[in-house]
């Protein structure tokens, strides 16, 4: 074991006389109380150690250990459903309501051991050798380690064995033996092996009409949230969290506010999973990393986070990380970076935020596993930037990485529009791929509707300019009508209400007909327009406000109402000028075509 002593201390960095061979990315303990950290630099016979703990007491003449192998967290049966640190150290499920110094890991208990193999049976790396289930039932696979394979020489009974004790005995090619438990550890800086990356071709549900219709990112893809303070980013990753669609949801808070991770950590247990019924902690992992914890530990949670995350993607599972958010992470990077003494680069962040980003973000794809399997990461991150300039370094280097950009904007959020994501500033690079899996859905004429409202809302914002100088009555009808439409597409489609039991989720089919409905509504009254009705009668028919209120009053189960409702609007457009207005099919093509600007 290599051994150094502590020269000199700033903080959570410091610097120390090596008495022995050390790594880079080595991890070490510092003092006696054996206090986590990380070999970053070596200089001849000097390293430095970045600190993931609080370093107060610590002194010259302290020694440090190293460990002999990366900077490390463990992967088993015991994350799901448990809350954790930066560093994956558990703060549920503990006798004491602290994290001790120095703490690694705490054992998660007993598991329901069931193995998949028998003794002489071939194991490759990645492979499934046995499966575990947890108090909740529900059932994990127990993995061999990348690096490792070889021939099963013994194997535990079935029954009820602790996390970390040996279940299963490889003889490895060479001769030599390895005891694997239910768990692994694995180096939270480098990738999980895969044995190929596939091509996505289905988006991520969110349970968003805006971000599934509008602004779709792939399964295994990778979106952004950039917003100022106050449009709502940690509420929408709240809320893609509890409806999404993936297998398993990391939640990662890092470096955000004690009191809103608080009331994460107080409601994620009381949740029901809409797929389950059970509890939605079930699928769910925790990784809580506080403004006021060392700033050290910030940097390395997102890391240990996406590290996870492959760990569940590995098993053949659909997994979701939700970052909030990567704006804390990079001034964690910037404040260490100061403490290293190295040149600041734009904005004072480090030159290196940039590959840090795509680091981070390139993790997430569409793999075929080790065992042959399929599995996919979707990273979502959150961007705070500072006074919502958008053109700061970690929102510009960002939009070089991700594939889906959500821009939340200030104005939508203080008129109590949610989710507040601007439709104008938002784009989605995948969207033209989704068409087919829309049409497996039954929604063939997606694509169409979708560059449709796209179109009214770009025209909307022009008119809006225009509106504000002259007045929307003195506008031409056909304008007067442009706005109406794009307003009811706002209310009736965009808006959608995080405290109502039916709105907060919303199901592809019911997008869909969603969609139809409105899609049907703004051709028949351009017909109507075209037949000389004025757009003010519009706003007096009996069924607009059926219309703008269907995604609070018509659940997921209840489609038929806007099939009813449908009826009802052809009757009543009939109606109004029944001798010039037919029944107008629901794939009308629309009056305005859009160009590729605008098919976001």
């Known amino acids: 074991m290599s051994r150094a002593v502590i020269r000199w201390i700033s903080g959570p960095v410091l610097h120390a006389r090596a008495e022995g061979p050390f790594a880079l990315r080595e991890a070490v303990r510092v003092g006696p109380q054996a206090l986590l950290g990380e070999v970053v630099r070596l200089d001849g016979d000097t390293i430095v150690v970045q600190v993931y703990e609080d370093t107060t007491g610590l002194r010259p003449g302290v020694e440090v250990t190293g460990d002999g192998q990366a900077l490390s967290i463990h992967l088993g049966p015991g994350l799901l459903g448990h809350i954790f640190d930066g560093l994956l150290r558990p703060l549920s499920g503990l006798d004491t309501p602290h994290v001790a110094p120095g703490m690694r890991r705490a054992s998660a208990g007993e598991f329901q051991f069931g193995p998949l193999v028998a003794v002489g049976d071939e194991l490759a790396a990645g492979q499934a050798f046995a499966e575990a289930r947890g108090a909740s039932g529900r059932r994990q696979t127990c993995l061999v380690p990348p690096a490792a394979e070889g ?68 399964l295994g893809g990778k979106a952004a949230i950039p917003g100022g303070f106050g449009t709502g980013k940690t509420v929408l990753l ?57 700033v050290a530990a910030r940097e390395a949670s997102i890391y240990s986070a996406v590290t996870v995350a492959e760990y569940f993607r590995d098993q053949g599972l659909d997994v979701a990380l939700m970052a909030d ?95 507040a994501v601007h ?116 706003a007096r028919l009996a069924t607009l406000r059926p219309l703008q209120r269907m995604g609070e009053e018509v659940a997921d189960d209840a489609l038929e109402r806007l099939t009813e409702l449908e009826a009802a609007l052809d009757r009543e457009f009939a109606g109004l000028v029944p001798a010039r207005v037919p029944a107008a099919p629901a794939a009308a093509a629309p009056t305005v075509e859009a160009d590729d600007a605008t098919d976001r």
């Open 151 to 218: 021939r099963v020489a013994a194997i535990a009974a079935a029954g009820h064995h602790g996390e970390f004790d040996p279940v299963c005995t490889l003889i490895a090619p060479d001769g030599t033996r390895r005891e694997l438990a239910m768990g692994h550890d694995w180096p939270v800086r480098v990738p999980r092996p895969v044995r190929a990356r596939l091509p996505a071709g289905a988006p991520l549900v969110t349970g968003q009409r805006i971000l599934d219709s509008l602004f779709p990112v792939a």
């Open 423 to 538: 439709p104008l500033q938002s784009y989605a690079e995948d969207a033209r791929g989704f068409a087919p899996w829309w049409a497996a859905q039954g929604h063939g004429d997606w694509l169409r509707l979708r560059r449709r409202f796209l179109t009214l809302l770009d025209e909307q914002a022009h008119l809006e300019r225009m509106a504000r100088i002259i007045g929307k009555d003195a506008l031409p009808v056909r304008q007067q009508l442009t706005l109406f439409c794009a307003e009811l597409v706002n209310e009736a489609f965009l808006r959608q209400s995080a405290f109502s039991e039916i709105d907060r989720v919303c199901s592809p089919q019911r997008q869909a007909a969603m969609m139809r409905l409105i899609g049907k509504f703004i051709t028949h009254a351009e017909a109507a327009v075209a037949a000389g009705v004025h757009p003010e009668a519009l």
């Open 325 to 419: 958010s990567t704006s804390r992470w990079a001034e964690a990077l910037r404040e260490v970076s100061g403490r290293f003494g190295e040149l600041p680069g734009e904005g004072g962040y480090p030159a290196y935020l940039s590959s840090r980003l795509a680091d981070f973000y390139e993790r997430a794809a569409v793999v075929e596993t080790l065992a042959g399997g399929r599995g996919s990461v979707t990273l979502i991150g959150a961007i705070s930037p500072p006074s919502g300039d958008f053109s700061e370094p970690v929102t510009s280097h960002t939009k070089r990485y991700v594939r889906a950009y959500w821009a939340l904007d200030v104005k939508r959020a203080q008129a109590r529009f949610y989710p």
């Open 238 to 294: 709240e809320a893609l969290a509890k409806g999404c669609n993936a297998d398993v949801i990391v939640y990662l808070g890092c470096g955000e506010r004690g009191n809103e991770l608080a009331g994460v950590l107080e409601e994620f247990p009381t949740l029901t999973d809409p797929r389950t019924g059970g509890p939605l902690m079930e699928r769910t992992v925790v990784i809580a990393n506080t403004s006021n914890m060392p």
